[in-house]
């Protein structure tokens, strides 16, 4: 009887101890599934801040300023000859076409300083805009007609409320006639802000209101167009060869060893190699495409190889054991049953690495692809930018126009490389097979 109590006491000890350790033990469980709740809200509160900080400086940026002039066409300053040779109307002087409808709405203006800051209120694009008016339609000499020229940075920045009118005059870079002047042109209804399409299509410029990133995005599809047309078929061949017909020996190791490590080198080594090979040992042209996609091609091969091994191998072994026994030969098992199988994983390791080739930078420094582009490229062989580089030129700008334009420039690479993943997530959904 004393042995039995004994042992029920033993008992109830042990299950007081077990059930003390749950506590402990449950609890610690809690604490770890808080810290790590916290840690994801932390994260995601960093990137909330980020992307709320980019979209409200670069919003306004897909907005310009225009001014409202009625404009006359003089022709004995654009064609005294009468004669419409496109020569002659380019040599006019369209400044003064843009500048006598300032005098005429500010005729109290006098002074050449006053005069100037008046005339500065028009970007120094404007007379361009009434060149390639005339020259698309020279019927237009001799009229007069309503036309919305493009604001200078410093006026858009001031309609747009980026510039405190109550800050000290030298804090300012608008004083305070020229706020007076812009004043009276809004309340005159001559301000309007139209969806800035020039961002969009112009190239890169010195004037904030005239700068684009229409050659970067060229820049970008060109320079991305060559590393897909050789990334792809290259990393998916090696990924073949290693996975399904390379022999397991000593040097397919040292092959696979060196692709895992060559994913993890820095971008920039993969900018002097393009640099030396193949700019200064095989003389491409700096700055171009074609050599950009070369170079993001060697930086992009081994996400891709790696990417596509991996996609060979979740393929199950019964489906080459069933193929190979109703006959088929190796290749046609790899090429009829296999990579079927296996191309959406391969197609998301590529989208993906394409995602990652779009938004380098250093690499691409090294080649020259720094260099102030005005046109947009029309090829490969052209000099030309990309966007992660003409957001890093922007973003040494002083200017608040350009600090706008920058953030805008990210928050279209940012809805790239969005679109990109999705691309990527929507094509592996889609082609993907269940067995």
């Known amino acids: 009887m004393t042995e039995t109590t004994q042992a029920n006491n033993n008992r109830g000890r042990s299950i007081d101890i077990v059930n003390a350790s749950l506590k402990r033990r449950y609890a610690r469980e809690r604490r770890f599934r808080y810290l790590g709740l916290s840690a994801v809200i932390l994260g995601l509160l960093f990137v909330g801040t980020l992307f709320v900080d980019i979209i409200s400086k670069g919003y306004s940026a897909f907005v310009q300023t225009h001014i409202v002039l009625d404009v006359y066409f003089d ?36 002074g050449r300083r006053d005069k100037r800051a008046l005339y500065k209120i028009l970007s120094s694009g404007a007379p361009y805009q ?22 200078d940075d410093d006026i858009d920045m001031l309609a747009k409320g980026h510039i405190d009118r109550t800050a000290p005059p030298a804090d300012r870079r608008v004083n305070d006639k020229v706020i007076g002047w812009v004043d009276k042109l809004e309340s005159q209804g001559l301000i309007r802000k139209n969806f800035n399409t020039a961002f969009f299509t112009n190239g890169d410029s ?12 060229a820049g970008s599809f060109y320079t991305l167009l060559v590393t897909l047309s050789l990334s792809f078929p290259i990393g998916v061949a090696a990924a073949i060869y290693l996975e399904e017909f390379a022999p397991k020996n000593r040097w397919t190791d040292i092959i696979e060893v060196n692709i895992n490590n060559l994913a993890a080198v820095p971008s920039i080594v993969f900018g002097l190699l393009g640099l030396a090979m193949f700019i200064n040992l095989f003389g491409l042209p700096r700055s171009a495409p074609l050599v950009g996609g070369l170079v993001l091609t060697l930086m992009t091969l081994p996400t891709i190889i790696i990417a596509s091994r991996a996609a060979l191998k979740s393929v199950p ?34 989208i993906i690495g394409m995602a990652q080739a779009l938004g380098e ?38 200017e608040r126009a350009f600090v706008e334009r920058t953030s805008a420039a990210i928050m279209v690479l940012l809805a790239f490389l969005v679109a990109m993943n999705a691309i990527a997530v929507i094509m592996r959904r889609r082609f993907e097979r269940r067995w």
């Open 361 to 398: 930078t250093a690499p691409l420094l090294m080649i020259g692809m720094v260099a102030f582009i005005v046109d947009v490229p029309g090829g490969p062989l052209d000099p030309s930018t990309v966007l992660p580089v003409q957001v890093f030129l922007w973003a040494d700008s002083p």
């Open 75 to 110: 022709p004995e300053v654009i064609d005294p000859d009468g004669t419409a040779d496109p020569a002659v109307i380019a040599r006019a002087d369209f400044r003064q076409i843009a500048r006598q409808p300032l005098r005429e709405l500010f005729p109290e203006v006098s």
């Open 206 to 217: 010195r004037e904030p209101e005239l700068a684009g990133i229409g050659g970067a995005v």
């Open 130 to 151: 009434l060149l390639d008016m005339v020259q698309a339609d020279p019927s237009l000499i001799g009229t007069r007609q309503t036309v919305e020229l493009i604001a």
């Open 317 to 350: 072994p019964s489906i080459r054991e069933a193929a190979l026994g109703v006959g088929a030969s190796r290749m046609q098992t790899v090429f009829h049953h296999v990579l079927p199988l296996a191309m959406p994983g391969m197609l998301t390791g590529t």
